[in-house]
């Protein structure tokens, strides 16, 4: 189980933003990161009546259960349970999921994993670029009604080399709907 804070900045990108970003960043020499998300709520929105964000993620290596929690503009409390690739896809065929860390959290908000239901997948890929300013992440995904690229900075105390680095490179700031409001059609 982890438990981290994170404070996220993103921008959507176009197509053509989206490639030079890919060879300014050098992305044909990074390892791709290929991710399927699957989003769930129950029947009747709790979770986003909380405003919570709840996935499944499956990567070229295991699988984990993550439950965003927001605290602050551009910060959420990520919750996650971390499982082997073989049991996430056997927790989604079932339609069951771990009795850890994540499940003690929904109960805190009156939720019950027998009541998840999925509403929503999408599959991404992935170029993260470490840098000392904080974590720089180039994302396609690819949702039921179509592709989005996003350009997304983790980071610690300091934003200015978000927007110093967009101005850099000619991009203005395009606010984007979470990846779950994404994946379910949701404008949020």
């Known amino acids: 189980m982890s438990k981290e804070l994170e404070k996220e900045?993103?921008?959507?990108?176009?197509?053509?933003?989206?490639?030079?970003l890919y060879t300014f960043l050098q992305c044909d020499k990074r390892p791709l990161i290929s991710q399927e998300n699957y989003y769930f709520d129950t029947f009747d929105n709790q979770l986003?009546?909380?405003?919570?964000?709840?996935?499944?993620?499956?990567?070229?290596?295991?699988?984990?259960?993550?439950?965003?929690?927001?605290?602050?503009?551009?910060?959420?409390?990520?919750?996650t349970d971390i499982f082997s690739l073989d049991l996430g896809r056997?927790?989604?065929?079932?339609?069951?999921?771990?009795?850890?860390?994540?499940?003690?959290?929904?109960?805190?908000?009156?939720?019950?994993?027998?009541?998840?239901?999925?509403?929503g997948t999408l599959k991404n890929e992935r170029y993260e670029i470490e840098t000392l300013d904080g974590l720089w992440v180039l994302d396609k995904s690819y949702f039921q009604n179509g592709i989005t690229y996003e350009l997304e900075f983790e980071y610690e105390t300091n934003t200015k080399p978000f927007y110093?680095?967009?101005?850099?490179?000619?991009?203005?700031?395009?606010?984007?709907?979470?990846?779950?409001?994404?994946?379910?059609?949701?404008?949020?």
């Open 90 to 119: 056997a927790y989604l065929q079932s339609n069951t999921f771990p009795n850890g860390h994540v499940v003690q959290e929904l109960r805190h908000y009156n939720i019950s994993s027998t009541n998840l239901i999925q509403i």
């Open 9 to 20: 900045l993103k921008t959507g990108l176009t197509e053509s933003e989206y490639h030079h």
């Open 164 to 188: 110093d680095f967009l101005e850099k490179h000619g991009i203005l700031f395009k606010a984007l709907p979470s990846k779950l409001a994404r994946a379910v059609n949701r404008q949020a």
């Open 48 to 79: 986003l009546n909380h405003k919570l964000g709840l996935r499944i993620r499956l990567d070229d290596t295991h699988g984990e259960f993550t439950l965003k929690v927001p605290v602050a503009e551009h910060e959420k409390m990520e919750i």
